[in-house]
């Protein structure tokens, strides 16, 4: 029943995008813990990255609300979900459903539609017929053949797809990371570049310096661990940490009260170790590399914790977890000044392609600068061309005037030649 509340949660979502079934709320010591008297709002949903995002919420919103749906989807694991097993319960759903689902899968091929017009638009292809049909092929959530009607295979795809992106989004963030250190790393050396010899010397003191502030912190405990989770318990949550209670905790954290943890509510809890390293008004501390520490640290406890790799951590997957030797004797943490993001034969690659990338754009500059010149050439091959012609016309019209000036009346006038005569 989790799987397609966990499909929902990216490694960028900061919050769970629905709970297909209320969970009955985990009973807490009220001696220990105060609890508010009004009911809690769910925190508002966050976008998933993918770009169908939006429709894909939809789709499921509308999908929760049939009964028939909501009872099969109770009864079915994660990997007949995955193999497209409970799509085919499309079939039964109630009327009224499969009307808001067509009309959902129309306007998502509207929007696909003029999103293809508008690149055609941008690149220059305005009078070039476009083939939405073939271009649509490239969007594999949804079926292309059938732009009017949302049928199982709709459903079977937009499934399969978020399931693809979602397990690859994780790794596209670490690349980009990645890319952002090294081109962090490139541009320090090409100001040391522009540097003499003293300004280097002052540029490299400089960056040890921030390097050894910024590694001076408090110890960091390692994510998910006791430990860990006690400084939670006593700093956020203000409770005695000699009665941490792993039940008790989960309840507290649980902060749309659905009976699991999801990526937003785990990533909450590591904002204290996170405010050890990182500080916005410190200079040596990059916020960029704070959120791939919080990426870091949920990824290593949903690989600890989560068993069914639903991308959601019940609370019958967490007290297990409590149990093991990892949490009550945990590792260190290595944080990220720690583990360097890139390797040295990486960052030759990267600048190796940098310089070819600059190559290829001063090349292009050179190109446009040459064609710019035998334009303006051309201009003024064609600007001489015109006055001389005007200075010719002028010539063919002031020949017949001088002529009849002398053998014609003045009294009369004609047109020759766009010249006004009088005779």
């Given amino acids: 029943m989790s799987y397609l509340k966990g499909l929902l949660t990216s490694c960028l979502?900061?919050?769970?995008?629905?709970?297909?079934?209320?969970?009955?709320?985990?009973?807490?010591?009220?001696?220990?813990?105060?609890?508010?008297?009004?009911?809690?709002?769910?925190?508002?949903?966050?976008?998933?990255?993918?770009?169908?995002?939006?429709?894909?919420?939809?789709?499921?919103?509308?999908?929760?609300?049939?009964?028939?749906?909501?009872?099969?989807?109770?009864?079915?694991?994660?990997?007949?979900?995955?193999?497209?097993?409970?799509?085919?319960?499309?079939?039964?759903?109630?009327?009224?459903?499969?009307?808001?689902?067509?009309?959902?899968?129309?306007?998502?091929?509207?929007?696909?539609?003029?999103?293809?017009?508008?690149?055609q638009d941008i690149e220059g292809g305005n009078d070039i017929a476009v083939d939405h049909q073939a271009l649509l092929k490239q969007f594999e959530y949804l079926n292309h053949m059938n732009p009017h009607t949302f049928e199982v295979e709709d459903l079977d795809r937009l499934i399969k797809s978020a399931t693809k992106d979602l397990e690859n989004y994780d790794k596209e963030r670490h690349e980009e990371f990645k890319r952002y250190e090294m081109m962090k790393e490139h541009e320090r050396r090409e100001h040391?570049?522009?540097?003499?010899?003293?300004?280097?010397?002052?540029?490299?003191?400089?960056?040890?310096?921030?390097?050894?502030?910024?590694?001076?912190?408090?110890?960091?405990?390692?994510?998910?661990?006791?430990?860990?989770?006690?400084?939670?318990?006593?700093?956020?949550?203000?409770?005695?940490?000699e009665d941490f209670d792993p039940k008790t905790f989960f309840n507290l954290h649980d902060t749309n009260g659905d009976g699991f943890f999801d990526e937003q509510e785990l990533e909450a809890l590591f904002t204290k170790e996170l405010e050890k390293i990182y500080d916005p008004t410190n200079e040596e501390d990059d916020m960029v590399e704070m959120e791939e520490e919080r990426l870091r640290m949920r990824e290593h406890v949903m690989n600890e914790v989560d068993s069914n790799k639903d991308r959601l951590v019940s609370l019958d997957e967490f007290l297990v977890a409590t149990k093991k030797k990892e949490f009550l004797e945990p590792d260190s943490w290595e944080t990220l000044e720690q583990n360097q993001a890139y390797t040295d034969e990486e960052m030759r690659?990267?600048?190796?392609?940098?310089?070819?990338?600059?190559?290829?754009?001063?090349?292009?500059?050179?190109?446009?600068?040459?064609?710019?010149?035998?334009?303006?050439?051309?201009?003024?091959?064609?600007?001489?061309?015109?006055?001389?012609?005007?200075?010719?016309?002028?010539?063919?019209?002031?020949?017949?005037?001088?002529?009849?000036?002398?053998?014609?009346?003045?009294?009369?006038s004609m047109i020759t030649c766009g010249c006004v005569l009088r005779f």
């Fill in 13 to 119: 979502v900061l919050a769970s995008v629905m709970s297909w079934a209320k969970a009955v709320p985990i009973s807490i010591d009220k001696t220990k813990v105060k609890l508010p008297e009004e009911t809690v709002k769910e925190p508002p949903q966050s976008d998933t990255g993918l770009h169908y995002d939006r429709y894909l919420r939809e789709v499921i919103d509308f999908l929760e609300k049939d009964q028939h749906f909501r009872e099969k989807l109770h009864n079915t694991d994660m990997e007949d979900i995955k193999q497209g097993k409970l799509a085919k319960e499309l079939d039964f759903v109630s009327h009224h459903v499969r009307t808001k689902l067509d009309e959902l899968k129309r306007q998502e091929v509207s929007r696909l539609r003029t999103l293809i017009k508008a690149k």
């Fill in 349 to 412: 690659v990267f600048e190796e392609q940098l310089a070819r990338q600059e190559e290829d754009l001063n090349l292009k500059a050179a190109d446009l600068q040459k064609q710019k010149e035998d334009l303006e050439r051309q201009q003024e091959q064609l600007n001489a061309q015109k006055l001389e012609l005007q200075q010719v016309t002028e010539l063919i019209c002031l020949i017949p005037h001088q002529r009849l000036q002398q053998t014609v009346p003045p009294a009369q």
């Fill in 192 to 241: 040391l570049k522009t540097l003499d010899e003293e300004g280097r010397r002052k540029e490299e003191e400089h960056y040890e310096e921030m390097k050894k502030k910024h590694a001076d912190h408090p110890k960091v405990n390692h994510p998910g661990s006791k430990d860990q989770l006690k400084e939670v318990w006593e700093e956020a949550d203000g409770l005695d940490p």
